[in-house]
């Protein structure tokens, strides 16, 4: 629901840098897998309790995910590019819940459970619905260029990184926060398939 907006606000300095390392022969596939690295350290961090300084790689991995992308558009994007990065994401956000999990199963294991199956289903919304609107050559660029149809939601990558960070900063909560994210999930992936249903029902 936030990322247009997100990306007319962030994608102009990020495309600035991206020019830059571009230039300076960086690959935006390296930032992708850099990114992941970051990223899947965050969640361990997260595992060990230590949610501070997670929520520090947390960040930098989520920049590392912009600039790739802004890294692609400066030089030659390319379709596996696209891949890498999607399921680098995918990856990245089924680590974190995990991550809460070990941390305290007692406490967590049932609502991050929850939240893991809901990430699981929207996602398969998500890229079911791209697959679709690849076959039937539909466009849009309201996310920014990507290499997938990007359909909308409740729920996108703006709000997902805003709920890591609340988490991170509110670690206790983590049960609570899950079960509503969680839920919503659901929510934007019943929204994509009555979407899809109405779009795609007709073929």
């Given at each position: 629901?936030l990322?247009?907006?997100?990306?007319?606000?962030?994608?102009?300095?990020?495309?600035?840098?991206?020019?830059?390392?571009?230039?300076?022969?960086?690959?935006a596939?390296?930032?992708?897998?850099?990114?992941?690295?970051?990223?899947?350290?965050?969640?361990?961090?997260?595992?060990a309790?230590?949610?501070?300084?997670?929520?520090v790689?947390?960040?930098?991995?989520?920049?590392?995910?912009?600039?790739?992308?802004?890294?692609?558009r400066?030089?030659?994007?390319?379709?596996?590019?696209?891949?890498l990065?999607?399921?680098?994401?995918?990856?990245?956000?089924?680590?974190?819940?995990?991550?809460?999990?070990?941390?305290?199963?007692?406490?967590?294991?049932?609502?991050?459970?929850?939240?893991?199956?809901?990430?699981?289903?929207?996602?398969?919304?998500?890229l079911?619905?791209?697959?679709?609107?690849?076959?039937?050559?539909?466009?849009?660029e309201?996310?920014?260029k990507?290499?997938?149809?990007?359909?909308?939601?409740?729920?996108?990558?703006?709000?997902?990184?805003?709920f890591?960070?609340?988490?991170?900063?509110?670690?206790?909560?983590?049960?609570?926060?899950?079960?509503?994210?969680?839920?919503?999930?659901?929510?934007?992936?019943?929204?994509?398939?009555?979407?899809?249903?109405?779009?795609?029902?007709?073929?």
């Amino acid at each position: 629901m936030l990322d247009a907006a997100a990306r007319r606000l962030i994608d102009p300095p990020l495309d600035a840098i991206g020019r830059r390392l571009a230039a300076l022969g960086v690959g935006a596939d390296a930032v992708t897998l850099v990114g992941l690295a970051m990223g899947l350290l965050s969640a361990a961090l997260i595992a060990a309790g230590l949610y501070s300084l997670a929520l520090v790689f947390l960040l930098a991995s989520r920049l590392a995910d912009g600039l790739d992308g802004a890294i692609a558009r400066a030089g030659r994007s390319t379709d596996f590019g696209g891949y890498l990065d999607i399921t680098a994401d995918f990856l990245f956000y089924g680590a974190v819940p995990l991550a809460f999990i070990i941390a305290d199963p007692a406490a967590n294991g049932a609502a991050g459970g929850f939240l893991l199956a809901s990430f699981y289903v929207n996602g398969a919304t998500f890229l079911g619905f791209s697959a679709l609107a690849e076959r039937h050559k539909m466009k849009t660029e309201v996310h920014g260029k990507k290499s997938l149809y990007f359909s909308e939601g409740i729920l996108e990558g703006t709000e997902t990184i805003l709920f890591f960070i609340l988490i991170c900063l509110l670690p206790s909560n983590f049960a609570t926060f899950a079960w509503i994210f969680g839920a919503l999930c659901f929510v934007t992936a019943v929204m994509r398939v009555l979407g899809a249903r109405k779009i795609f029902g007709k073929d």
